[in-house]
């Protein structure tokens, strides 16, 4: 090993540290059960305890947690220590199979959109042991799903892990019909996670950067994004440092932290991990995020990963690279030979099917009050979901669509068998960089889900919903009677393309064309979080979630009002910042501006009356109605805030926020921002779009 490889994993207690440090009937019955989900034993959970105790102390550990994802913010732990004294002023380290199981962690304060009374707050965390237990700042982290007694998710981990069950089962049902029968099958993640840096003074020095992680205010900054000049540029030292500590640390639990590098706006970075299964790829990511908070702290940098931090200026999301697959194959990759290809465009027009049929609920999963202001800007996919395929492949799904023979004659013909897609270029599918859904090889790439995300939401409905369009492919097969499998095959998918070919779009999806083609499409088109969330309690996806085990009604209920909560919460928070912003940091200093224009105009003509001072009297007229423009966005803002506070039911107060507050809050800043280019810059009271962007 290198000093490099040497690095990697070292605080993750995975299958080759437990490999060597467990019995080896242990290790193999906790293999089966992280291979095919079957119950663990107290036993075999006592004997991996006892184990991963001793490493976690080895590598620094004095306390665990149950780490585990509740329904806001990203995760949430509770340290026990190992230490259990004696009574005799000494104390042992104890560890037990029923800590490691299952922990109770106080949870009354956790968001549950009513699934649970406080008074009966306890819910309980079960270890996943799909996903590596780590040691964080001598913390032993135990991954975790979070449920009430009576069953019921509170987590996003739980319905991820059942959509990925779905998607196992269905794609075995189909697999069969094509002869095969692999162990599992799985869904793989990669996420490309943006992220702002900037330095630490100037983010202490502004209220809405830390109370709302993006600027409300601010004038476009002298110099943008638009030399091109920061993509793939030199990364500068201080960036380059935290990079480095940050792929150290990552390395270190096994977060395969591969490709890092400046994106387009300045200040701003991506960083990409090798893919691997959802389950822990979202571990990864929310490690990952959190990592890079903690470490820009080391650097005198603060790590923004808000969506739109910065107005005018490119935001940031979390490209989710999904694929299914099982140890032996990718299924959405299009193979070699024509056998391959029609087991290929099956597992695709499935998911064609589902994110057309349920591209609201997709769209959904990816609502939340910061990509409000990200989808539909002219760097991100608009708000509208469509699926770009590229050209060769488009050209075939539309001739089959059509019943065209692929590149043939326009006659249908059943006799052609599977010779569907005699070679297809992978390096065809040229970029759309504005396709919100793309496939891009052997992958789709989701790009609508924000960067400060947990990505669980998103991929739990897509699982959900391409596992549906498996289940109705394999149902329609095994009733298909005496008809060929290939023959019955192919005509179901001429059948589905045909009925879904309105979501596939190849063109400028930032156009005004595409928004009345869309329209004129019937895709849905929901530009807020408010407009977005009442998808989740369709009754078609209340149906879809129920039918497939994911979520029943009662959790996808709570989940809507949890969403609907922290929208309202945010906007909440922004509103009243934005406000207070307004009246006590910009409006003393714009009026003591103008105020020392004024004395200036009196002190000159004073001293010499024939000075005329136009233009000084032009700029304090100017000041003045900008100052009389910023108290009239703020009472307009109250007044709607006010409003807003007074809905009793969460959707109507949403609704308000977007449609009445947002516009409020937009004007209120365009007063602000208006002043910011002639004020005095030593009068101006907060750091400027020039001094963030361009600092480190
Ligand atoms: P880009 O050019 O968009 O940055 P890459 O090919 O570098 O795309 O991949 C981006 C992400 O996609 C990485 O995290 C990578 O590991 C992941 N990825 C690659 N292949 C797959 C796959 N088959 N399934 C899921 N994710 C994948
Ligand atoms: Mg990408």
Redesign the pocket.
């Known amino acids: 090993m290198t000093d490099l490889t040497k690095k990697y994993g070292t605080m993750v207690f995975s299958d080759h540290v437990m490999k060597q440090r467990l019995p080896s009937d242990t290790y193999k019955k906790l293999a089966k059960t992280i291979k095919e989900g079957k119950p663990l034993d107290l036993d075999v959970a006592n004997s991996v305890a006892h184990a991963m105790k001793e490493w976690a102390i080895e590598h620094g550990a004095t306390h665990f947690a149950h780490w585990f994802q509740p329904l806001t913010g990203i995760t949430s732990e509770k340290h026990d220590a190992f230490l259990d004294p004696v009574g005799n002023g000494t104390a042992i380290t104890k560890f037990s199979g029923k800590e490691l199981i299952q922990g109770e962690p106080d949870a009354s304060s956790f968001p549950n959109g009513g699934l649970r009374a406080t008074f009966e707050a306890r819910g309980y965390s079960a270890w996943d042991p799909t996903s590596y237990a780590f040691v964080k700042d001598e913390v032993l982290c135990i991954p975790t799903a979070f449920c009430s007694y009576t069953g019921e998710a509170l987590d996003k981990k739980t319905p991820l892990l059942r959509s990925m069950a779905a998607i196992d089962e269905q794609c075995k049902r189909v697999l069969a019909l094509f002869g095969k029968h692999p162990a599992k099958v799985t869904v793989?993640?990669?996420?490309?996670q943006e992220y702002f840096l900037i330095s630490e003074k100037d983010y202490a020095r502004r209220q809405d950067l830390m109370m709302c992680g993006r600027t409300l205010f601010g004038a476009p900054p002298c110099k943008g994004q638009e030399l091109d000049e920061h993509y793939f540029g030199a990364i500068r030292p201080t960036v380059n440092d935290f990079m480095k500590e940050l792929d150290d640390v990552l390395w270190g639990f096994a977060v395969a932290a591969?490709?890092k590098h400046n994106e387009v706006a300045p200040a701003q970075h991506e960083l990409?991990?090798?893919?691997c299964n959802a389950n822990r790829a979202i571990d990864e990511n929310l490690l990952t995020m959190e990592m890079m908070k903690l470490l820009a702290s080391h650097h005198g940098l603060v790590c923004l990963q808000h969506e739109k931090p910065f107005e005018g200026i490119n935001g940031s999301g979390k490209?989710n690279?999904?694929?299914i697959?099982s140890e032996d194959e990718?299924l959405?990759d299009p193979g070699d030979t024509p056998e391959e290809n029609l087991q290929f465009l099956v597992f695709l027009t499935c998911v064609i099917a589902a994110v057309d049929d349920y591209q609201d609920l997709l769209r959904m999963s990816v609502a939340s009050c910061g990509n409000d202001h990200r989808l539909g800007g002219h760097e991100a996919p608009p708000a509208i979901i469509s699926i770009f395929l590229g050209d060769e492949l488009s050209d075939i799904i539309e001739a089959l669509a059509a019943g065209h023979e692929a590149g043939h004659a326009s006659r249908e013909s059943l006799d052609f068998g599977v010779a569907v897609l005699p070679t297809f270029d992978r390096d065809t599918t040229d970029r759309n960089r504005t396709s919100p859904f793309a496939f891009?090889g052997?992958?789709f790439?989701f790009r609508m889900p924000g960067s400060s995300v947990n990505v669980a939401d998103a991929n739990t409905m897509l699982d959900t919903a391409v596992a549906k369009a498996l289940k109705d492919f394999a149902d329609a097969m095994e009733a298909r009677g005496d008809e060929p499998f290939e023959v019955a095959a192919l005509s179901y998918i001429r059948k589905s393309l045909s009925e879904h070919k309105r979501i596939l779009f190849s063109g400028d999806g930032y156009s005004e064309e595409w928004h009345e083609e869309a329209h004129r499409r019937g895709l849905c088109d929901f530009t807020t979080t408010a407009d977005a969330l009442p998808s989740f309690v369709a009754q078609k996806n209340i149906d879809l979630l129920s039918e497939m085990g994911v979520l029943s009604e009662a959790e996808v209920r709570s989940r809507y009002e949890v969403k609907l909560e922290k929208y309202n919460k945010l906007m909440n928070i922004e509103a009243t910042t934005m406000e207070r912003m307004a009246r006590r940091t910009y409006l003393p200093v714009i009026s003591a501006y103008a105020t020392k224009i004024a004395k200036g105009i009196t002190t000159v003509t004073d001293a010499m009356p024939a000075a005329g001072m136009q233009h000084e009297r032009r700029e304090l007229a100017t000041l003045l109605d900008g100052v009389n423009a910023i108290y009239e966005g703020i009472d307009t803002l109250a007044e709607l805030h006010a409003k807003a506070k007074a809905c009793e039911c969460a959707q109507d107060q949403a609704n308000c926020y977007a449609h009445e507050v947002a516009p409020a809050m937009e004007a209120l800043r365009a007063a602000v921002d208006a002043m910011e280019p002639i004020v005095a810059r030593e009068y101006w009271p907060v750091p400027t779009y020039d001094d963030l962007l361009f600092y480190v």
């Open positions: 793989n993640v990669g996420t490309e591969k490709t990409a991990p090798v893919f490209h690279n999904w694929s697959g990718n959405l891009t052997n992958k790439e």
